[in-house]
């Protein structure tokens, strides 16, 4: 009898993981897909230039920045008009789904067309508090995958803003137990260059467009 009781509760503890696992992914696929400006689905791990879906005053693509007296790590901030960037990569805190959903955590890294200049990563984070100004920027040298407590800086999502046109927004989901911040992702000046930070408005609008080489091509023709 005894036997019997525990393998009865032993097949409910499976099927009760399993189930759970079963629904988070079905909550995850719900999830609608980012789409890029041709109208296809954003792919984990292909790169894709992120630029202002506002024409002409409202600037170019995303690239990296390296602020006079404080050069590493590199910032996020913005080309001018006509200027496509620095590619980006996407990656999911759920590493089985290949497609960029919305309003779902994931990591986002700069896939750079020169040579480091610093020894930190090109994976976004917040961090870097302006006590003067009262902001957190948004730089690189976060930690890619791990999801959790420890690396709760590095999780952005996208949400949807028009037809192809989306923002960022950092509000991690990461550690439900750890307090965050949530707030927009908005374009600011530091004095020196367009930056981002988080704000209290509605953010800034971009599209995605895929980069033709793949990610390693890139990284080759750069160590050449």
């Not at 961090?127 to 948004?138: F, Q």
Request: with cysteine; proline share 5%; net charge neutral.
């Amino acid at each position: 009898m005894k036997t019997t009781t525990a393998s009865v509760f032993l097949l409910f503890i499976i099927f009760s993981v399993a189930l759970s696992s079963f629904l988070f992914g079905v909550a995850n696929a719900t999830n609608d897909p980012v789409l890029d400006i041709d109208g296809n689905e954003v792919q984990t791990g292909t790169p894709y230039y992120v630029v202002s879906s506002i024409w002409g005053a409202g600037g170019g693509g995303l690239a990296l920045g390296r602020p006079r007296g404080k050069p590493c790590p590199e910032v996020v901030t913005q080309r001018r008009s006509g200027d496509d960037g620095i590619p980006v990569i996407f990656s999911n805190s759920d590493s089985n789904d290949g497609i960029v959903r919305l309003s779902s955590d994931i990591n986002i890294e700069f896939i750079p067309l020169r040579p480091k200049l610093c020894r930190t990563t090109t994976v976004w984070k917040v961090d870097d508090y302006d006590h003067s100004a009262g902001k957190w920027w948004v730089i690189t040298d976060g930690v890619k995958g791990n999801p959790g407590a420890n690396t709760l800086t590095s999780w952005f999502r996208i949400e949807k803003v028009g037809d192809l046109s989306y923002k960022f927004k950092y509000c991690p989901t990461v550690c439900g137990t750890c307090p965050a911040l949530c707030n927009e992702v908005g374009k600011d000046s530091d004095g020196e260059m367009v930056r981002f930070a988080l704000s209290t408005g509605p953010g800034w609008s971009f599209y995605f467009k895929k980069v033709e080489k793949s990610a390693m091509e890139i990284e080759q023709v750069v160590h050449i």
